[in-house]
């Protein structure tokens, strides 16, 4: 059932037509329930249009330059205006008069002389219309931002039980994604595509689920078989995100798959090289190792934050892309504030990097 607008000048009405008694007629109608705004060009309809809220449009066909067909087109190939709806008011009643106004976008054909009555009908049906498609739209879009919201969640849930698995805290995952953002922004990515990182980065580590307690939680130095089974939690958290058609969980499964892929093609589980390393893989490593290096581990203390960023330049070029690198590099006060945010509770800082067991060579 239709919900018809009420008749208050909220609603405005754009009067297309070069004759100005035609105008007058009309604006004499309609102003009453509408502000009227008025222009007697189809170059000036697409002025006004794309300046200011417009409601609805009559449109004559039969204008000098631009006629109402073509400007009828290029209203709805603009962004802007495609969603207005736009009636054609012509003297030209031919049934392929019509038809080629319906093709080009409009909504509805009136033939002069108009019958007044008829115009306010049509204006408030198609204006009822109008309101109800918006407010379809604004609820989609809710609900479209409140499914992608719990995905997010559900992605960072899984992810903090990764961590804790591995004796980390949920905080690593924090940090790691908000270094992740911030990384990539400095290297160039759009703001879309960091925030879909930001999203996935925390599944990264996902795989580390299907690893045995013997070797995810060993306290010692892993030995060559415990590194080889440590190892498969790339692949693993692959098959657990598995093919998806959703870009989210595209990435995220490609994020757990090519993490530990070092630049210069020494990484696993494929031994990949430069640019073949997903982007997003090339700039968590180092968000992931720049974490790693600043918190404590079972087998470690923390690093001093310098210590850790001159560890990130030593590898430039070997484990890490240099653009990368030097993205970090730029975004380090950023990086810091975020580390001191989201500290592990009591975390202590080492005044020396001598107890660190390299995590490129252990996982």
Known sequence: MLMFPKEHPAYTVLLVDDNPENIRLLDEALRDEYTIKVA?????????????????ILLDIMMPGMNG??????????????????????????????????????????????????????????????????TL??????????????????LQCLG?????????????VIRMSHYCYIIAKAYGVSDDEANLLRTVSPMHDIGKIGIPDSVLLKQARLN???????????????????????????????????????????????RLHGEDIPLFSRILAIADVFDALTSCRPYKQAWPLADAVEEIQRCSG???????????????????????????????ASSSSTTYQPVDSTE
């Not at 240099?322 to 580390?339: D, K, N, Q, T």
Request: aromatic content about 6%; some cysteine.
């Open 40 to 56: 007697t060009r189809g170059e000036k309809a697409l002025e006004i249009a794309r300046s200011m809220p417009v409601d609805i």
């Open 318 to 348: 070997s484990h890490f892309e240099p653009a990368v690198v030097e993205a970090f590099l730029r975004s380090l006060p950023a990086i810091e504030a975020i580390h001191t945010q989201y500290a592990d509770s009591g975390e202590p």
């Open 160 to 172: 903090r039980a990764a961590e804790y698995r591995d004796n980390e805290t949920g905080r690593h």
């Open 69 to 134: 067909f073509d400007t009828c087109r290029r209203l709805k190939a603009d962004p802007a205006t495609r969603g207005i709806p736009v009636i054609f008011v012509s003297a030209r009643g031919e049934v392929e008069d019509e038809s080629v106004g319906f093709a080009c976008g409009g909504v509805d054909y009136i033939t002069k002389p108009v019958r007044f009555p008829v115009v306010r009908a049509r204006l408030r049906t198609h204006l009822a219309l109008y309101s109800q498609e918006r």
């Open 224 to 270: 060559a078989d415990d590194r080889a089974i440590i190892q498969q939690h790339c692949a693993i958290g692959h098959n657990i995100l598995g093919t998806h058609p959703s870009p989210l969980l595209r990435s995220a499964a490609m994020v757990a798959l090519t993490h530990h892929e070092r630049w210069d093609g020494n990484g696993y589980p494929n």
């Open 137 to 154: 739209e604004q609820l989609v879009r809710q609900r479209t931002t409140e499914l992608a919201e719990s995905r997010m969640e559900i």
